[in-house]
């Protein structure tokens, strides 16, 4: 189980604290805070079969319009 969190929405919420030096430490904790201060949605891990799936659909995708561009060029 994990969160996934915008960059910027963190970089933004973590503005205050500018002064400070910047560490991964440091940055770990401020994730940590903001979790537990403002909880975000659990992220939603589909499995590989699925996964897999959408890779090959993505793949297929790319060679239909593939297809087709090169078609229109002759």
């Known amino acids: 189980r994990y969160v996934m969190m915008n960059p910027l ?3 933004r919420k973590t503005k205050d604290d500018l ?3 910047k560490t991964d ?3 770990a ?3 940590a805070k903001m979790q537990s201060e403002h909880p975000q949605r659990l992220a939603y891990v589909q499995s590989e079969e699925y ?3 959408m890779a090959n659909n993505r793949i297929y995708e790319q ?3 593939d297809l087709i561009t090169n078609k229109n060029r002759l």
């Open 9 to 11: 929405e963190a970089k």
């Open 19 to 21: 002064h400070q030096n």
């Open 25 to 27: 430490k440091l940055d």
């Open 29 to 31: 904790m401020y994730l």
């Open 51 to 53: 996964q897999e799936l």
């Open 63 to 65: 060679a239909s319009h």
